[in-house]
């Protein structure tokens, strides 16, 4: 008997399409328009109420009960087990006309699940149980656009282990979710006895017999494509093995999740069951009256489903896992082909028109793919005997391209974790809360591990093994930025002044005194954390320990509490005498520069950075500042406080450069004031008639070092044309011709060693060099970049100066530049645990040996990336240790070291280290591994390196964590579920872009400065932030008593998100752009611009103007706190939609979700890495050909 209603619940659950749900028990399936929508019920979750008839889609419930379960029954099968069927009774149908739902509690509102329902079955809210510390994650996200309740939302963070993750899947054919593959050695503290197996999963096929037929009255309807056409008859793959399967599975791509966490592994689903296979489909002639069953059509050379998938049922949500629904579907597109004759097909999600049936003798089934057909099922009474007559082929229908909406967003994955930390500070020792991510405006309260915004890592759990790495296919790197700046509300960092003696130091290793030694023997001894050598401690420093091992004296030791500190060494750390900084401002005077207004804009730049409008230095206390001007001879000037004027001073020749003064070449700020000022407002009318064109660039850098030798600072120039005269003359050597060859790279290397030679004695004197140029023509930044790369600086491009346009721009950088916390003559090492090592660095830096970093200068937005690697086996119940130190000199003349100290835990398991992998930093970290690789391999392979990098990277994954999904499916781990996105864009970047369109000059710039770019910048830097700016909240736009600003929601960059009648606001850490529409309304023109035509708007305008409306001063509160979170100025651009010759391209171009920079759109080529994934499996032998 038991068989019998076995088969009557797979006719249930088969007679019509599942909805892939979001992962909500009692989610009702929203119909076609006008038939159904979501609603609250008062147990909390979406229930559908009827409007009219009722609609065809109903809920979807769970399977039966997995072989080896038994006591667990459906959702759908009332308490007592199944009824029996009646005599005449034959397959249940959805209601029509009217008729009561067959399950009232899935209908109606308000009612709750049957008690032995995965719903009901919930594990309850609250403290969740205790969870080994090497299973920690980051939760997923809801899709942008989501409704609310349609995903599971993240609960508070517990503080003992963190719940079980959910790997991204883009679906594969029509009516799949996927599910990721369990790890072995894994157990889920959350897996209770009796949980289905498959509880998202469909029930076993049911034979085509057993569909119900069409009603006659609609089998009178014209064929619709697409929405209600069967599938096609099995076809022969001609495009390699897997593929067709591949391009299905991405047009009804969607999120998946995961169902109930099984008893092998936490955090990577469950393996999806083998369901009887299915038989082919056949024609029978339909009963007169029957209701059709909706299938669909795909492309016929398409892939079947794979059995065991989750055919569109809501699954169960779990603590802590989110998942993805398809609400929002856009409605069929235009026919898209991105590579070759493959077409997308679309997937029956909730958002589609109606569409009428096709008549039934045309509808058929695929069978499985290696699979055996089924035997028939014995038919339900009342059952007509069906007919099998032969296949007719169905006629191709167009295939709509794959919604942007449902593949993955970083908007969704920012907001979400911006919201996680907007009111709750991030407790830095915590080994269950994951590190924010860069993009986010978070508070850290510094409890042992340094504050994230010093120190990253690619992944927050150490593999313990050089092989377990190698599986995995990801770097082991840190992104070091030592003196980044705290937020207003952060602790600021403590210093430490041990006397003569120096800070306690492992005699062995040298690390510093740190949280995370521990000391022994009554505190007489401490063990380093680092080589685990046992050290004697100075008498000077002991303490008694009290009962659990710590020093009775740790309230009053910061270097025993905070995972950053500072130290204050004595002399035998000096190289020489600390004193404050010096600024030398050294301007070429040439012919280029008067004519093309940089000298005037120079002069006024210098003066707004040294002095606020009240007319009080802006350098730190003790700092001195000089000037000096140059074209073919080198001009010092003595600006000694005594003077009425300043003294001019020309050293002509400038093959043996000297410095004429001793006295009075660096002043301070304020005492001689007035005399700089009036230097600087006689400059431009002192060389205004100025014909000699050669700047001599190399003599001012060689004069200065001298001048700084023995004390050290930055020297900032402005040069506008190649130096073709004096020490260090250069050629023009740029040929369009290599663009785009093996050879282009030798364009990306100085012509000689000169600048390169100069640059490393600037280091030995403790000069930093920051430069910026304004060719009108080639400079050669190859060559004259190497002084700020060596030394720690930076250098700032302006081709074809245009005072109208960059002069903010220049002014602001130039200011922000001086305003920056600044250290100088500096040293930087990098200590690890025993069994780790220290390989490589990447940045500007200079380097005598393999362990020290030297550096002439460094400020708050400089970045290093360090890659790691074994040196041994790992101890999995002993964390691994850094310690970054820098020893400097501060602004203000102090000499110290600032350490930074990380700990984190060591795993064994491939899905930990997935599993706490931090995307921002590993693409920041590939980055500049690729610009590094750039200088030596030509840019194509680079470019093909990195995407294989993602390839790989996400093929590990999927071979090692997720190997039992589908073929057809795209499986992303979810804290790497962006990277395809952000490998896209640094394809599209101007340091590694393809095109034909790129100088050397421009490429080499952004090269070097995405070399030394911090991981917050990084990210807007590839992905820009865009907020709509009309329509705002009151809230939006207002600052708090805090000082922090609400933005308006983020939008994905995108051209098909802009409104035409709207406003946006773009910012990429770089510029900032506002974009206004043709259609956008006249009085928010009147009350932003105060203006009442678009063509009124002036696109000249670098500052916003300042009228009093609501929206004005919100867009010039939210533009203003964006330029306040960025380490450089944000130039305002105003870009008016077709009116634009110069603007809209370069707003366009920052879009980088589109097709542009000679590279694909996203979802292009995400197509292209799946495909790239599928073929890695192939050649793997993780898949078989199909």
């Given at each position: 008997?038991?068989?019998?209603?076995?088969?009557?619940?797979?006719?249930?659950?088969?007679?019509?399409?599942?909805?892939?749900?979001?992962?909500?028990?009692?989610?009702?399936?929203?119909?076609?328009?006008?038939?159904?929508?979501?609603?609250?019920?008062?147990?909390?979750?979406?229930?559908?109420?009827?409007?009219?008839?009722?609609?065809?889609?109903?809920?979807?419930?769970?399977?039966?009960?997995?072989?080896?379960?038994?006591?667990?029954?459906?959702?759908?099968?009332?308490?007592?087990?199944?009824?029996?069927?009646?005599?005449?009774?034959?397959?249940?149908?959805?209601?029509?006309?009217?008729?009561?739902?067959?399950?009232?509690?899935?209908?109606?509102?308000?009612?709750?699940?049957?008690?032995?329902?995965?719903?009901?079955?919930?594990?309850?809210?609250?403290?969740?149980?205790?969870?080994?510390?090497?299973?920690?994650?980051?939760?997923?996200?809801?899709?942008?656009?989501?409704?609310?309740?349609?995903?599971?939302?993240?609960?508070?963070?517990?503080?003992?282990?963190?719940?079980?993750?959910?790997?991204?899947?883009?679906?594969?054919?029509?009516?799949?979710?996927?599910?990721?593959?369990?790890?072995?050695?894994?157990?889920?503290?959350?897996?209770?006895?009796?949980?289905?197996?498959?509880?998202?999963?469909?029930?076993?096929?049911?034979?085509?017999?057993?569909?119900?037929?069409?009603?006659?009255?609609?089998?009178?309807?014209?064929?619709?494509?697409?929405?209600?056409?069967?599938?096609?008859?099995?076809?022969?793959?001609?495009?390699?093995?897997?593929?067709?399967?591949?391009?299905?599975?991405?047009?009804?791509?969607?999120?998946?999740?995961?169902?109930?966490?099984?008893?092998?592994?936490?955090?990577?689903?469950?393996?999806?069951?083998?369901?009887?296979?299915?038989?082919?489909?056949?024609?029978?002639?339909?009963?007169?009256?029957?209701?059709?069953?909706?299938?669909?059509?795909?492309?016929?050379?398409?892939?079947?489903?794979?059995?065991?998938?989750?055919?569109?049922?809501?699954?169960?949500?779990?603590?802590?896992?989110?998942?993805?629904?398809?609400?929002?579907?856009?409605?069929?597109?235009?026919?898209?082909?991105?590579?070759?004759?493959?077409?997308?097909?679309?997937?029956?999600?909730?958002?589609?028109?109606?569409?009428?049936?096709?008549?039934?003798?045309?509808?058929?089934?695929?069978?499985?793919?290696?699979?055996?057909?089924?035997?028939?099922?014995?038919?339900?009474?009342?059952?007509?005997?069906?007919?099998?007559?032969?296949?007719?082929?169905?006629?191709?229908?167009?295939?709509?391209?794959?919604?942007?909406?449902?593949?993955?967003?970083?908007?969704?994955?920012?907001?979400?974790?911006?919201?996680?930390?907007?009111?709750?500070?991030?407790?830095?020792?915590?080994?269950?809360?994951?590190?924010?991510?860069?993009?986010?405006?978070?508070?850290?309260?510094?409890?042992?591990?340094?504050?994230?915004?010093?120190?990253?890592?690619?992944?927050?759990?150490?593999?313990?093994?050089?092989?377990?790495?190698?599986?995995?296919?990801?770097?082991?790197?840190?992104?070091?930025?030592?003196?980044?700046?705290?937020?207003?509300?952060?602790?600021?960092?403590?210093?430490?002044?041990?006397?003569?003696?120096?800070?306690?130091?492992?005699?062995?290793?040298?690390?510093?005194?740190?949280?995370?030694?521990?000391?022994?023997?009554?505190?007489?001894?401490?063990?380093?954390?680092?080589?685990?050598?046992?050290?004697?401690?100075?008498?000077?420093?002991?303490?008694?320990?009290?009962?659990?091992?710590?020093?009775?004296?740790?309230?009053?030791?910061?270097?025993?509490?905070?995972?950053?500190?500072?130290?204050?060494?004595?002399?035998?750390?000096?190289?020489?005498?600390?004193?404050?900084?010096?600024?030398?401002?050294?301007?070429?005077?040439?012919?280029?520069?008067?004519?093309?207004?940089?000298?005037?804009?120079?002069?006024?730049?210098?003066?707004?950075?040294?002095?606020?409008?009240?007319?009080?230095?802006?350098?730190?206390?003790?700092?001195?500042?000089?000037?000096?001007?140059?074209?073919?001879?080198?001009?010092?000037?003595?600006?000694?406080?005594?003077?009425?004027?300043?003294?001019?001073?020309?050293?002509?020749?400038?093959?043996?450069?000297?410095?004429?003064?001793?006295?009075?070449?660096?002043?301070?700020?304020?005492?001689?004031?007035?005399?700089?000022?009036?230097?600087?407002?006689?400059?431009?009318?002192?060389?205004?008639?100025?014909?000699?064109?050669?700047?001599?660039?190399?003599?001012?850098?060689?004069?200065?070092?001298?001048?700084?030798?023995?004390?050290?600072?930055?020297?900032?120039?402005?040069?506008?044309?190649?130096?073709?005269?004096?020490?260090?003359?250069?050629?023009?050597?740029?040929?369009?011709?290599?663009?785009?060859?093996?050879?282009?790279?030798?364009?990306?290397?100085?012509?000689?060693?000169?600048?390169?030679?100069?640059?490393?004695?600037?280091?030995?004197?403790?000069?930093?060099?920051?430069?910026?140029?304004?060719?009108?023509?080639?400079?050669?930044?190859?060559?004259?970049?190497?002084?700020?790369?060596?030394?720690?600086?930076?250098?700032?491009?302006?081709?074809?100066?245009?005072?109208?346009?960059?002069?903010?721009?220049?002014?602001?950088?130039?200011?922000?530049?001086?305003?920056?916390?600044?250290?100088?003559?500096?040293?930087?090492?990098?200590?690890?645990?025993?069994?780790?090592?220290?390989?490589?660095?990447?940045?500007?830096?200079?380097?005598?040996?393999?362990?020290?970093?030297?550096?002439?200068?460094?400020?708050?937005?400089?970045?290093?990336?360090?890659?790691?690697?074994?040196?041994?086996?790992?101890?999995?119940?002993?964390?691994?240790?850094?310690?970054?130190?820098?020893?400097?000199?501060?602004?203000?003349?102090?000499?110290?070291?600032?350490?930074?100290?990380?700990?984190?835990?060591?795993?064994?398991?491939?899905?930990?280290?997935?599993?706490?992998?931090?995307?921002?930093?590993?693409?920041?970290?590939?980055?500049?591994?690729?610009?590094?690789?750039?200088?030596?391999?030509?840019?194509?392979?680079?470019?093909?390196?990195?995407?294989?990098?993602?390839?790989?990277?996400?093929?590990?994954?999927?071979?090692?964590?997720?190997?039992?999904?589908?073929?057809?499916?795209?499986?992303?781990?979810?804290?790497?579920?962006?990277?395809?996105?952000?490998?896209?864009?640094?394809?599209?970047?101007?340091?590694?872009?393809?095109?034909?369109?790129?100088?050397?000059?421009?490429?080499?710039?952004?090269?070097?400065?995405?070399?030394?770019?911090?991981?917050?910048?990084?990210?807007?830097?590839?992905?820009?932030?865009?907020?709509?700016?009309?329509?705002?909240?009151?809230?939006?736009?207002?600052?708090?008593?805090?000082?922090?600003?609400?933005?308006?929601?983020?939008?994905?960059?995108?051209?098909?998100?802009?409104?035409?009648?709207?406003?946006?606001?773009?910012?990429?850490?770089?510029?900032?752009?506002?974009?206004?529409?043709?259609?956008?309304?006249s009085n928010y023109l009147m009350d932003v611009f105060g203006v009442s035509s678009l063509d009124e708007v002036d696109p000249s305008l670098r500052h916003l103007p300042e009228i009093e409306s609501q929206t004005s001063n919100q867009l010039r509160t939210v533009a203003a706190y964006m330029q306040e979170q960025r380490g450089k100025y944000l130039n305002l651009v105003v870009v008016r939609q077709g009116r634009g010759q110069h603007e809209e391209p370069e707003f366009l171009s920052l879009l980088a979700e589109d097709k542009n920079n000679d590279a694909m759109s996203y979802v292009d080529y995400l197509c292209a890495i799946h495909r790239k994934i599928q073929n890695e499996a192939i050649k793997n032998g993780t898949i078989s050909h199909m």
């Open positions: 008997m038991s068989a019998y209603p076995q088969q009557q619940l797979q006719q249930q659950q088969q007679q019509r399409p599942y909805y892939a749900g979001p992962g909500q028990g009692h989610q009702g399936q929203q119909g076609p328009p006008g038939q159904g929508q979501f609603a609250q019920s008062p147990n909390g979750f979406p229930q559908q109420q009827q409007k009219g008839p009722p609609s065809p889609y109903v809920n979807a419930r769970p399977g039966p009960p997995m072989p080896g379960q038994p006591g667990v029954r459906p959702n759908n099968m009332p308490p007592g087990g199944p009824r029996p069927m009646q005599p005449g009774q034959g397959a249940p149908r959805p209601p029509v006309n009217g008729a009561p739902h067959p399950y009232p509690h899935q209908q109606q509102p308000g009612v709750r699940p049957h008690p032995g329902s995965p719903s009901a079955a919930r594990p309850p809210m609250g403290p969740r149980p205790p969870m080994p510390m090497n299973q920690p994650l980051r939760t997923a996200s809801p899709l942008p656009g989501q409704a609310p309740g349609m995903a599971h939302a993240p609960s508070p963070r517990p503080t003992h282990a963190p719940p079980t993750p959910t790997p991204t899947t883009l679906n594969g054919p029509p009516g799949q979710h996927a599910q990721a593959s369990p790890l072995q050695q894994q157990q889920s503290p959350y897996a209770r006895a009796g949980t289905p197996l498959g509880h998202n999963q469909p029930p076993p096929p049911v034979p085509f017999q057993q569909q119900l037929p069409p009603q006659p009255q609609q089998q009178q309807q014209q064929q619709q494509p697409l929405q209600q056409q069967a599938p096609p008859a099995p076809h022969v793959d001609q495009n390699g093995p897997g593929m067709n399967g591949m391009y299905n599975q991405m047009a009804g791509m969607s999120l998946g999740s995961n169902g109930p966490v099984d008893q092998q592994a936490p955090g990577f689903g469950t393996v999806p069951p083998q369901g009887p296979p299915q038989v082919p489909s056949a024609e029978y002639k339909p009963k007169a009256g029957a209701r059709p069953k909706r299938v669909f059509a795909t492309d016929p050379s398409a892939a079947p489903p794979a059995q065991g998938m989750n055919n569109g049922m809501p699954p169960l949500p779990q603590p802590g896992i989110n998942s993805y629904d398809q609400n929002g579907m856009g409605q069929q597109q235009q026919q898209q082909q991105p590579y070759g004759s493959q077409q997308f097909g679309q997937p029956p999600n909730q958002g589609y028109p109606q569409q009428p049936p096709i008549p039934y003798q045309q509808q058929q089934q695929q069978p499985v793919m290696n699979q055996p057909p089924m035997p028939q099922q014995p038919m339900g009474m009342g059952q007509q005997q069906q007919q099998f007559r032969p296949q007719q082929p169905i006629q191709p229908v167009a295939k709509p391209k794959i919604d942007p909406d449902q593949i993955p967003s970083p908007v969704a994955v920012q907001e979400n974790d911006q919201a996680q930390w907007d009111d709750t500070p991030f407790i830095t020792s915590s080994k269950t809360l994951v590190t924010p991510l860069a993009s986010s405006d978070f508070m850290a309260i510094d409890e042992g591990n340094c504050n994230p915004r010093f120190f990253r890592m690619t992944t927050y759990n150490v593999p313990n093994t050089e092989d377990l790495l190698s599986t995995a296919q990801m770097p082991m790197g840190l992104v070091i930025q030592p003196l980044a700046k705290l937020r207003a509300d952060e602790a600021p960092i403590e210093t430490v002044d041990f006397g003569d003696a120096g800070p306690a130091r492992c005699r062995r290793c040298k690390a510093y005194i740190n949280p995370y030694m521990v000391f022994t023997n009554g505190g007489q001894r401490f063990v380093c954390n680092l080589c685990l050598f046992e050290n004697e401690i100075d008498p000077n420093y002991f303490c008694n320990l009290d009962m659990s091992g710590r020093r009775l004296d740790i309230d009053q030791r910061p270097e025993l509490r905070n995972g950053t500190i500072e130290f204050a060494v004595p002399k035998e750390y000096w190289n020489k005498t600390p004193a404050a900084a010096a600024y030398v401002f050294a301007i070429d005077v040439s012919w280029n520069a008067v004519q093309s207004g940089m000298l005037v804009n120079c002069v006024e730049g210098i003066k707004e950075a040294l002095w606020d409008t009240n007319g009080v230095s802006r350098l730190a206390p003790g700092a001195q500042v000089g000037i000096l001007t140059y074209d073919k001879t080198v001009h010092f000037y003595n600006l000694s406080s005594g003077l009425e004027q300043a003294q001019m001073m020309v050293v002509p020749d400038v093959d043996d450069v000297f410095v004429p003064l001793s006295d009075g070449f660096l002043v301070s700020p304020e005492t001689s004031k007035s005399i700089v000022e009036a230097l600087l407002d006689t400059i431009p009318q002192l060389f205004a008639e100025n014909k000699i064109t050669e700047p001599v660039i190399g003599a001012v850098v060689q004069a200065v070092r001298m001048a700084l030798e023995n004390r050290g600072g930055k020297l900032i120039m402005f040069q506008t044309a190649l130096p073709v005269f004096g020490p260090g003359a250069l050629k023009h050597r740029e040929d369009s011709k290599l663009y785009g060859t093996d050879k282009e790279r030798t364009l990306f290397a100085p012509q000689d060693d000169f600048y390169k030679k100069l640059a490393e004695s600037c280091v030995d004197a403790g000069l930093s060099i920051d430069l910026f140029l304004f060719p009108n023509a080639y400079i050669d930044v190859a060559s004259l970049g190497c002084l700020p790369s060596i030394t720690g600086g930076e250098s700032h491009m302006f081709p074809n100066f245009n005072p109208v346009r960059d002069a903010v721009k220049f002014k602001g950088n130039l200011a922000k530049l001086v305003a920056r916390p600044f250290g100088y003559n500096a040293l930087m090492r990098v200590r690890c645990s025993t069994g780790l090592r220290i390989t490589e660095h990447f940045g500007n830096f200079h380097m005598k040996n393999s362990t020290d970093l030297e550096l002439a200068g460094i400020d708050s937005e400089k970045a290093f990336g360090v890659l790691v690697k074994h040196d041994g086996k790992l101890d999995e119940k002993v964390e691994a240790s850094f310690q970054v130190a820098l020893l400097y000199t501060t602004a203000d003349g102090l000499r110290r070291v600032r350490v930074h100290n990380f700990s984190t835990p060591v795993t064994t398991l491939l899905g930990n280290v997935f599993r706490w992998a931090d995307m921002d930093t590993t693409i920041n970290f590939l980055a500049k591994g690729a610009i590094a690789q750039g200088l030596s391999k030509p840019l194509n392979d680079v470019r093909e390196a990195l995407t294989e990098k993602c390839v790989k990277i996400l093929s590990a994954y999927r071979k090692n964590c997720a190997s039992s999904t589908a073929p057809g499916q795209l499986i992303l781990p979810e804290s790497y579920k962006l990277f395809p996105l952000y490998a896209l864009t640094l394809l599209k970047s101007k340091s590694l872009r393809s095109g034909m369109d790129m100088n050397s000059d421009i490429r080499v710039h952004n090269m070097r400065m995405l070399r030394s770019m911090g991981v917050s910048e990084s990210i807007a830097f590839f992905y820009p932030r865009m907020v709509p700016v009309f329509d705002m909240e009151e809230k939006v736009g207002v600052r708090s008593a805090t000082g922090r600003v609400l933005f308006p929601p983020l939008i994905r960059v995108s051209v098909a998100r802009l409104n035409p009648a709207g406003a946006y606001l773009l910012e990429n850490g770089q510029c900032m752009f506002l974009w206004l529409g043709r259609d956008i309304p």
